[in-house]
């Protein structure tokens, strides 16, 4: 007999979130149903005065009926609510449903589904393969300043840019190039999406969630700086030199990668390369510059245009048809005009799981009423209960509460848009009452919002990434959880310096 124990395999993401989605439904048997009314926001940016719609935190009320009695509508197993809303089981539909969920989550699928098409065609030319070994040749002297050089650069991305979707297509090229250089999968995510977090987590001048949020709280836009640029200088330094940290012990002992097993595919195509030594041909040449190009036409696009998730996968969509154009006519790999349909619906299916995440999310959100602060909701009365809660407790519990709030609020809410318009117009009313600055409640939404992406199982973005990584999110789970865990507390200590500091 063996004496070994089994480890706790965390349960895959989509159990996790139908476990989820039986404790919304038991909610919808237990909470009345509530709505808000809206009321406009004006704010200034960039010199120009914009209005926005929010949530006027007092005028919440219970939906009653003819007997004046808060209303419950419990989810049925199959069929119609009184609501006219279908039925638990119709869940997974729902979600998928574009006619029943927001426009942003309809985008965020078909944006993956075409990425992962544009980069199955891509990779099926061989020719990022061959360039990526030989820039790992290159770089072999100086390989343990990769992982913290993109740490950095990526942590910079998601402060200034809130660069987060665009992670999706760079992690295709850069955790091949880390496996490449005797790294692995885990390496790349970190020094990506996990880089990306952090910097939005701190971010002083994102222009999405971070304005929202500072506009509704009533507070001037790009305010606090000092404060975040401080605390983003010390998470992305934390976080690139454990970053640094795991890639040497890695590098040193690949066994000890949990995704050592799952890399053995991409390990066996670059040693391939490698014996064969051949050259780069002027087709593969081509190949690269189109994608060179490609990446330089996105960040122009997202920098100077604001493209959206929409024109950044056109933009890959046509490099995906040049390169496998080019791939044809050099025969690379013996490519032939059948194989650009078959790789690129290969591809896509590899990002099919994401896609599956985002859909079962939203139809659990779907289950509590949606995201409308208008439309009856049990997710409404749930966040004015949380609130009513928080006044009655101290003030420094009270700011690491709102964290916390925010940070298990992004399970049914994955959206930080989404989370900024349904809880920052009742976080910040409530901060006035308890003489805590509205720029705490602002700095909670940040921080539980956005590092709650490293292991939400809802989190579309991350369950993206680990896919391209042929990573399972149970695997990374067990394999980062401490790190995550350090985070989570230095954030937490964050929060309460804040708050005894008067951060304003």
């Known amino acids: 007999m063996s004496g070994n124990k089994k480890r706790l395999q965390p349960p895959h993401p989509f159990v996790m979130i139908f476990l989820v989605m039986l404790c919304a439904v038991i909610l919808t048997h237990l909470v009345p149903l509530g709505r808000y009314e809206l009321r406009e926001v004006t704010y200034i940016e960039n010199g120009i005065q914009r209005t926005t719609t929010a949530v006027d935190p007092d005028s919440f009320r219970y939906v009653t009926d003819e007997k004046g009695e808060r209303v419950v509508y419990p989810a049925p197993f199959f069929g119609l609510t009184a609501l006219g809303e279908r039925g638990v089981m119709n869940f997974l539909f729902d979600g998928l449903d574009g ?247 290969s591809g896509a299916s590899d990002l099919v799981g994401a896609v599956l995440v985002v859909g079962m999310a939203q139809g659990m959100i779907l289950i509590l009423g949606g995201i409308s602060p208008t439309n009856a909701s049990v997710l409404n009365t749930l966040l004015h209960w949380a609130s009513r809660a928080f006044e009655e407790l101290p003030r420094l519990l009270t700011s690491w509460l709102m964290y916390m709030f925010q940070f298990g609020f992004n399970l049914v809410v994955p959206s930080d848009v989404g989370q900024a318009a349904l809880s920052m117009p009742i976080m910040a009313p409530m901060c006035d009452q308890l003489g805590i600055s509205r720029q705490i409640a602002v700095l909670a939404f940040q921080l539980g919002g956005s590092l709650s992406h490293l292991l939400m199982p809802t989190s579309g973005i991350l369950i993206g990434v680990l896919s391209v990584a042929r990573l399972e999110w149970g695997d990374w789970l067990r394999s980062q959880w401490k790190a995550i865990a350090a985070i989570f507390f230095i954030a937490s200590a964050a929060i309460v310096l804040a708050s005894c500091i008067g951060y304003a």
């Open 99 to 345: 006619s029943r969920q927001a426009a942003g989550t309809v985008g965020l699928m078909a944006y993956m589904l075409v990425i992962g098409g544009s980069f199955g065609v891509l990779m099926r030319t061989g020719a990022i393969d061959r360039g990526l070994l030989r820039i790992s040749r290159r770089l072999d002297d100086v390989a343990m300043l990769l992982p913290p050089g993109f740490f950095v650069l990526f942590s910079l991305a998601g402060a200034v840019f809130g660069f987060s979707e665009g992670t999706i297509p760079l992690a295709m090229l850069i955790i091949p190039l880390f496996v490449a250089m005797d790294f692995d999968a885990v390496t790349g995510v970190l020094a990506t999406f996990a880089a990306t977090q952090i910097g939005i987590s701190c971010s002083w001048v994102s222009p999405n969630a971070l304005t929202m949020a500072q506009s509704i709280a009533g507070i001037p836009i790009l305010s606090g700086m000092r404060f975040r640029m401080l605390l983003w200088a010390v998470l992305t330094l934390i976080g690139a030199a454990y970053t640094t940290y795991y890639a040497y012990k890695v590098h040193n002992n690949p066994h000890y990668s949990i995704s050592h097993a799952g890399d053995a595919r991409l390990r066996g195509r670059f040693e391939r390369l490698h014996n064969n030594r051949e050259p780069l041909s002027l087709g593969s040449r081509s190949i690269i510059v189109v994608v060179l190009s490609a990446l330089c036409w996105m960040l122009w696009g997202v920098l100077e245009k604001g493209y959206s998730l929409s024109e950044i996968s056109t933009v890959f969509l046509i490099m995906s048809l040049v390169t496998g154009s080019i791939g044809i006519a050099f025969h690379l790999d013996g490519m032939q005009f059948r194989d650009i349909p078959r790789a690129f619906q």
